[in-house]
């Protein structure tokens, strides 16, 4: 049996997003997204979890690429590039993240014209696309980073990256 088809219905996509929203690597997610088909504790879930080095990903200083296709005349949904639960170190509340994105389009010669919107950070940003973005998070605080873009004629596909 193929264990693609042993995941729930959805499973892919939670696997994708355990994958790619979370950091697992493609065997931990697969692992999470079957225990998670077959009603198991929660609590097992959770101790994978607990069980990974967070240091792990802290070091790599990279948001891996997201994918959004930009709508025209519309905003496209927005998307989470960056997660951080609280600020380590002995005064936390004096912590400064700093994130560098890039956003770019992709794709055809004539990319068309897109707007980007960043939320999350100390104050909210808005400019026109292909941009790189600087973004800064002060104190101890839990908060996500989402972006989402706007199209203005044509479909435009844009990918996301950045550095931490």
Known sequence: MNHRSS???????FERNC?????FSRAQARAIAAKDGRGSEGGQIAEMVK???PSRFEKKG???PVPLIVPPFGWSDPVEVFAQVGAPGPNPDANVTRLTLYVKAVGPSFPGRFAIEVTGGDRKIIR???ATINVTITGNVVT???VRC???LIPVRVVITGRF
């Open 51 to 53: 069980a990974l080095d």
């Open 62 to 64: 990279l948001i891996e």
């Open 144 to 146: 996500g980073i989402k």
């Open 150 to 152: 706007r199209g203005y």
């Open 19 to 23: 994958r790619h929203a979370n950091g």
């Open 128 to 130: 026109p696309g292909p």
């Open 7 to 13: 995941l729930p219905k959805g499973g892919r996509a």
